[in-house]
């Protein structure tokens, strides 16, 4: 029999890779995601319908149910019906910049969206909820590499606000109710099939056509860019590496990433930190084509530098990323050109 897992988010970037990869690892898979207009609904489609492609053998054990994670009942009876054993909540309304336009999508989807899914695990004792945190949560902190045990009570976004309340409210859950939970805080994740908010996909799409690109904080920007890949290897290599209490935890010196109750959470990054403009002159040289560039100041709610530590995550379950940028990029541009078909690059060719 096959282990039952319940992903949300299944439509979007990551939740797209990690149903694959477990449908292909032999999982039984309910997919949900509400297929929001945050970005093109097209492209969301695209993956559920690449999924459902997947050899025969595999996508039976597959099922995509549109649903939003404010329909408490419709979720109530999705997991009523299906008993997952293993949750992974990767729904939710990402992007720093667009919380400060739409603040109300964050609270919906992220806290009260969280919280009723943290109601379903409870009813339903569930192994292990993963859910994922953010890079974001460590905010105004200047001390890289960010480590977790770091203090991240200083966010500079209501997005972080809610990822680094998502973390507070999974404690409370494992403390009340013994439920197990993982959270990961993903750093800057990109590759195919990614996200068309985000910059290294803004970036291509306008060097293709010609455009010119803004740069924030004058170029002087960090980013531990991290390949989807090896997010996903992370993700599936611990689902079922419930996390236990912490017997030698220090109540008197607390570590945040740990506890008492069966709780933990880890970086999720690529630990090699790269300067935007090196990371913009990579996507240019697979493209064979310079970006007309625009300098701008610093954007409220970004911060200038992230770099992970991830030595916990390594201790825990091996975690080693394997994708260069260079690698990671070619992928994402190779993807990029089959999936949209420019014009640009096809006449030229
Ligand atoms: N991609 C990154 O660089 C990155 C970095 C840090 C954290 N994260 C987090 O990882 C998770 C996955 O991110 P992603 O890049 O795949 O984003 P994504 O936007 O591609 O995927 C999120 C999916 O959730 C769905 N969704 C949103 N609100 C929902 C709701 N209320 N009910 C049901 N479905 C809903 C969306 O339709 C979307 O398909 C998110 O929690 C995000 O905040 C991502």
Redo the contacts with the bound molecule.
Sequence with gaps: MSKKVLI??A?????FHTATKLLEQGYELIG?????D??DTEL?KARIGNISKLNKLISKNWRFIK????EKEKLDNIFKSFQPEYVIN?????GVRYSKENPSAYI??NIV?FMNLLECCRDLKIKHLLY?????VYGGNKNLPFCEKNEVSHPVSLYAAT?RSNELMAHTYSHLYNLPTTGLR?????GPWG?PD?GYFIFTSKIIKDETIKIFNNGQMMRDFTYVDDVVNALTNILEKTPCASDDFDFYRPNPSKSWAPYRLFNVGNSNPTKLLDFISIIENCLGKKANKEFLPMQLGDVESTSANINELNKWAGFEPKTSLKEGLEKFIKWYIDFYKPDQLIKKS
């Design positions: 949300t988010g439509a979007g970037f990551i939740g949900i995601d509400n297929l929001n945050y970005y969301k649903c939003d994670l404010l990767l729904a939710a309304q990402a919906n989807s969206g994922a945190s953010s890079s974001s990822k993903f750093f800057t994740v990109y996200r985000m």
